[in-house]
């Protein structure tokens, strides 16, 4: 019997028990619509990660003091059991500068302090920087003004959420504020950066100046870290590397006593990605699940299938039909509702991908919206998938009903 | 020597039932020759349908030949058995048995599927096989919009779409009323004139007095004939 025969044997079966078989193809639907919208969501997740990082630049590593290891019981070093009160210095930072492979050292002095404008005052985060290699640095945008530059001092260039949703007054170019007591006059306003360690809601000034103003004590010739921009990102280990020997000799330490931390941002990409890839394929697992059930509801459609239409297979040997031709009809049918299921599937799924992306749920994080990405590889996974999905569950079925012999199908009373 | 188209010698069959043997046939031998039409006759169990059963290859004896046009189908496979009754029995059920996703001109045109006859000659001949049997008008129904009669008449006309060298019917009038069952009958019996070699089974006399040969069965064993 040509393949084609069969599938129009198998086709006619599918149209008579309609209900049935929609039931059928629906447990397949839900199970594909929802491994398609979860991976989407995390590929979406992933991509949005990716594009947030991407801004703090692969090629900057950051060294910061004070170093985190774990404790014995009889106590430890004196850096032990979480971060010391270690500072960075001149010297750490003209040591950095000396690495090969380093393009810019900026010493940085971090802090909070109160912002004021007009009656309206918020608590910020400071970052003071070296003008002479910050502007090298930046990796946002400017919406208007310009960054720093050697030679200012009572200067700052704020975040974009600062600048738009902090205060209710409109915060301009060339506007006075008060930080920590002193007047600053705004030169530059990010545009928004988003996500991760961005910018947003940060205010930048000259190391010197943010002396000054932070809560913490940071004097003359300390930093609170020290950023480095690397020539080329794929040096990034070497280089990180490099400083760690440098500092660790310069500052009279060993591995076991580390007083200080490098972290290179293109690792911390490294292992966010990889935590959002696995809660994809968490989520995927979960989707998967509802997948097997409706793997089971094939199987289950298909015994019901082959017991109810005994006496048909008993006819078709009759009529020369081989064990063979009987199990293709059988998978042909069981692999119908696989392909019906996937497509459908696959369709729902990137409705309810787009319809996610559209309604822009917002995600966990200021500034961040939920997108989706669906690879195409993704849609030829599922649909391949699907159609496995039905035909394996009717490997079973099919091979039952394939082994009957005819004269007793023929006999078969329900 | 007449040649026969179909020989029984010694076939017996035996069912296991749990501890018991049934000894369904007991030693069975019949020859039919081409153009025959015999009828086998006998009470319920008395091993009528298992015979036919081994005449049409759905079943093999226990012991015994079966000669088909020569071959001995005692020695087949599955799947050479399959072959064989598609193309040279043609089988017509107490129940009809029509395909019932299929409509009845789909029913005709299974057989020539399942063996691929090229499209043409099973479009051509499904078409006129419908019309031999009275049911141009009814090609498009399926089986359930069908009564007994005409289902029965689609099964035949099926049956006979292969071109089979015999055509054996189980009960072909079981299910029908008198009328029904005449009118069957009376397509058996023109199709015998044209020279078709047919098998029945009944148990009803009036319908085996159809057949020129009349062979009656009991307890497994043939009891005599005409």
């Not at chain 1, 019981?73 to 004196?78: L, T």
């Not at chain 1, 750490?92 to 690495?99: E, F, G, S, W, Y």
Request: hydrophobic content about 45%; glycine content about 10%; charged content about 20%.
């Amino acid at each position: 019997m040509k393949n084609i025969d069969i599938f129009r044997l198998s086709l006619s079966h599918v149209k008579k028990s309609k209900m049935r078989s929609w039931l059928t193809i629906i447990g397949i639907v839900i199970g594909v619509a929802a491994i398609v919208a979860i991976i989407s969501i995390g590929e979406g997740m992933q991509a949005s990660v990716q594009a947030n990082l991407g801004s703090l630049g692969a090629d900057l590593m950051t060294v910061t003091p004070g170093f985190s290891r774990a404790t014995g019981f009889g106590g430890g070093h004196s850096s032990g059991g979480g971060v010391s009160s270690e500072t960075l210095t001149d010297k750490d930072l003209n040591v950095i500068k000396q690495v090969s492979g380093v393009l810019y050292a900026n010493g940085m002095v971090s802090g909070r302090s109160e912002m004021i404008i007009g009656t309206e005052k918020t608590s910020v985060s400071i970052s003071g920087v070296d003008t002479s290699v910050w502007r090298a640095m930046v990796t946002t945008d400017l919406e208007a003004g310009r960054l720093l530059q050697p030679g200012d001092s009572n200067a700052v260039v704020i975040g974009y959420s600062l600048a738009h949703d902090v205060f209710l007054q409109p915060v301009t170019q060339n506007r006075p504020v008060i930080i920590g007591g002193k007047t600053f006059k705004i030169v530059g306003i990010f545009t928004e950066s988003g996500g991760f360690g961005g910018t947003d809601n940060a205010v930048y000034m000259p190391a010197d100046s943010a002396r000054d103003v932070v809560t913490e004590n940071v004097s003359r010739n300390q930093f609170t870290s020290i950023t480095v921009k690397i020539a080329d990102q794929s040096l990034v280990d070497s280089v990180k590397a490099d400083i760690e020997q440098k500092l660790m000799m310069s500052r009279h330490v060993n591995p076991r006593t580390k007083d200080f931390t490098v972290t290179a941002f293109a690792s911390i990409q490294q292992q966010i990605s990889s935590v959002t890839q696995s809660i994809s394929m968490f989520l995927a697992a979960i989707a998967a699940v509802s997948l097997l059930v409706g793997a089971v509801g094939i199987a289950n459609t298909m015994f019901m299938s082959v017991m109810e239409r005994t006496r048909q297979i008993g006819l078709l040997k009759a009529l020369g039909a081989t064990d063979n031709e009987v199990m293709r009809l059988f998978l042909m049918e069981s692999g119908l509702f696989g392909v019906v299921g996937g497509v459908i599937g696959i369709t729902t799924g990137i409705l309810i991908s787009v319809l996610i992306s559209s309604v822009g749920l917002r995600m966990i994080g200021p500034g961040g919206t939920m997108t989706t990405v669906i690879p195409p590889q993704l849609i030829f996974f599922a649909l391949t998938f699907s159609i496995l999905v039905g035909v394996i569950s009717g490997v079973v079925p099919a091979r039952n009903a394939a082994k009957m012999k005819p004269v007793d199908a023929l006999r078969f009373e329900q | 020597m007449t040649e026969t188209i179909m020989e029984l010698q010694d076939v017996r069959k035996i069912y296991q039932m749990g501890e018991f043997e049934v000894h369904a046939l007991q030693g069975v031998n019949l020859n039919v020759v081409p153009g025959e039409f015999v009828a086998i006759t006998g009470p319920s169990g008395c091993g009528k349908s298992t015979m036919l059963n081994m005449i049409g290859c759905l079943d093999i004896p226990t012991s015994g030949k079966i000669f088909l046009e020569g071959s001995d189908i005692s020695e087949f496979e599955d799947n050479e058995l399959a072959r064989i009754r598609g193309k040279k029995i043609g089988f017509v059920f107490q129940t009809f048995n029509l395909y019932p996703t299929l409509t009845a001109l789909e029913n005709i045109k299974l057989p020539m599927r399942i063996h691929e006859f090229p499209d043409v000659e099973i479009e051509e001949k499904s078409k006129s096989l419908l019309d031999a049997v009275g049911l141009s008008d009814r090609g498009s129904n399926f089986p359930a919009q069908l009564s007994g009669g005409q289902q029965q008449r689609v099964a035949i006309a099926r049956a006979l779409s292969t071109g089979p060298s015999i055509l054996l019917a189980d009960e072909p009038t079981g299910n029908l009323d008198t009328k029904s069952g005449r009118g069957i009958m009376d397509v058996f019996k023109r199709l015998n004139n044209e020279g078709l070699t047919i098998v029945m089974i009944t148990h009803d006399m009036g319908i085996a007095e159809y057949a020129g040969r009349i062979v009656k069965m009991l307890d497994g064993k043939i009891e005599g004939g005409t």
